[in-house]
T-cell receptor, first 116, second 112 residues
C-alpha cells in the first residue's frame, strides 16, 4: 500500500482538541475516499472527494467532521473537538477514475486516532 | 444498519486444506461484490471481485461464489497457505452508489 500515503500513522488527542488526518493519493489518482473502522466493526464510508469538490459526504457525521481535497496538496480529514467515540482507524483510498469498480481502489495504511 | 454481514469472526484451517469464508447481504440492489484482505497495521488490499451477472469468478487459488437468490457470497481459498492468514472483508456496492459497504471481517488463521 505504499502508493497512498497517510500521516500520521498514529495520532493521540485529548478530548476537545482537533485532529487533522492527511492523505496523499497515488500518482495519477484524482478520486479520494475516506473510511472509518471502529473497533470490532467493518469499514464505514465517510466521504468521497475529487480535486476541490466533495462528491458524496453521506457518511460524514453532521457536526465536527469536515474533509477537503485541494487543488494542490493532500486530502485532509478534520475532526474538531474530538470525543472518545472518535477513536478509530481512518483509512483513505484513492482511485484513478470516477466510480471505479473497486479493483482500482488503493488503500493507505490508515491513521489510528486515539482520544484520551 | 449492517447491510453486509460476516457472521464468523474467525476461522482456523490447516495448511493445504480449503478455507471457506462466508458473507451475507440484505440489499438486493447490490450489483458488485469484492473481497479485500487486510494484514495488521496495513490497509485493505483488493483480492477478487464478482459482478451480479455472474455466479462464480476464479483467480488462481481464490474463487468467489455468488448466490443472488440467497443473498450470499463465499470466498474459497484452496490450498490454504500460512501467508493467507489475515482478516478478510467482503464489500458490496449498488450500481449508482459511491460507497462500498463492508462486512465486519473474518480473521483467517492457516496453521502450518
Amino acid at each position: 500500500n505504499a502508493g497512498v500515503m497517510q500521516n500520521p500513522r498514529h495520532l493521540v488527542r485529548r478530548r476537545g482538541q482537533e485532529a487533522r488526518l492527511r492523505c496523499s493519493p497515488m500518482k495519477g489518482h484524482s478520486h479520494v475516499y475516506w473510511y472509518r473502522q471502529l473497533p470490532e466493526e467493518g469499514l464505514k464510508f465517510m466521504v468521497y472527494l475529487q480535486k476541490e469538490n466533495i462528491i458524496d459526504e453521506s457518511g460524514m457525521p453532521k457536526e465536527r467532521f469536515s474533509a477537503e481535497f485541494p487543488k494542490e496538496g493532500p486530502s485532509i480529514l478534520r475532526i474538531q473537538q474530538v470525543v472518545r467515540g472518535d477513536s478509530a482507524a481512518y483509512f483513505c483510498a484513492s482511485a484513478p477514475t470516477y466510480r471505479d469498480r473497486g479493483e482500482g481502489y488503493t488503500f493507505g495504511s490508515g491513521t489510528r486516532l486515539t482520544v484520551v | 444498519d449492517q447491510q453486509v454481514k460476516q457472521n464468523s469472526p474467525s476461522l482456523s484451517v490447516q495448511e493445504g486444506r480449503i478455507s471457506i469464508l462466508n458473507c451475507d447481504y440484505t440489499n438486493s440492489m447490490f450489483d458488485y461484490f469484492l473481497w479485500y484482505k487486510k494484514y495488521p497495521a496495513e490497509g485493505p488490499t483488493f483480492l477478487i471481485s464478482i459482478s451480479s451477472i455472474k455466479d462464480k469468478n476464479e483467480d488462481g487459488r481464490f474463487t468467489v461464489f455468488l448466490n443472488k437468490s440467497a443473498k450470499h457470497l463465499s470466498l474459497h481459498i484452496v490450498p490454504s497457505q500460512p501467508g493467507d492468514s489475515a482478516v478478510y472483508f467482503c464489500a458490496a456496492r449498488t450500481n449508482t452508489g459511491n460507497q462500498f459497504y463492508f462486512g465486519t471481517g473474518t480473521s483467517l488463521t492457516v496453521i502450518p
